[in-house]
């Protein structure tokens, strides 16, 4: 059933709407995969290097939220305003998954890796999501 609804809906297969998810395992990492995307037309990178560069900006800045990204009051600092803008794009166009536009998981692990203490839950999930979607973690 959900082939045949994304296939007719979307013309596509499961296949080509496998979800990618990305997290950084420290700023400096997040700092990397934004340089490394700064330099080129956003649309011209390939889904997993946009993917990369966009969880970094929500690992970066949790703070921001990509619905209202053009306001004046959103806080996106201006070169930031294009990553969502690509990223609205790509959402739009059928490129890009809900859990791609929002990168949630980056945003929580951001925010994690700022704390000083860490509940044992927190540490668990913060693990799981590095094992599952990022690089290794030192902890």
Same mark, same amino acid.
């Given at each position: 059933m959900i082939f045949l609804l994304a296939n007719v809906v979307f013309g596509r297969s499961l296949v080509d709407m496998k979800t990618i998810a990305y997290i950084p395992n420290s700023s400096r990492s997040a700092g990397r995969e934004l340089r490394l995307s700064l330099g080129h037309p956003l649309h011209q990178l390939p889904h997993e290097q946009f993917i990369r560069a966009w969880s970094a900006v929500a690992y970066l800045f949790p703070g921001l939220h990509s619905d209202g990204f053009e306001d004046a009051d959103s806080g996106w600092p201006p070169i930031l305003k294009r990553f969502a803008a690509e990223a609205w794009r790509r959402a739009d166009a059928g490129e890009l998954a809900d859990g791609e536009l929002?990168?949630? +998981?980056?945003?929580?692990?951001? #925010?994690? +890796?700022?704390?000083?203490?860490?509940?044992? +839950?927190?540490?668990?999930?913060? #693990?799981? #999501?590095?094992? +599952?979607?990022?690089?290794? #973690?030192?902890?």
């Open positions: 929002y990168c949630s +998981d980056a945003q929580w692990c951001g #925010l994690y +890796d700022r704390m000083h203490t860490h509940e044992p +839950d927190e540490m668990e999930r913060r #693990l799981a #999501l590095a094992a +599952d979607y990022g690089e290794l #973690l030192s902890v």
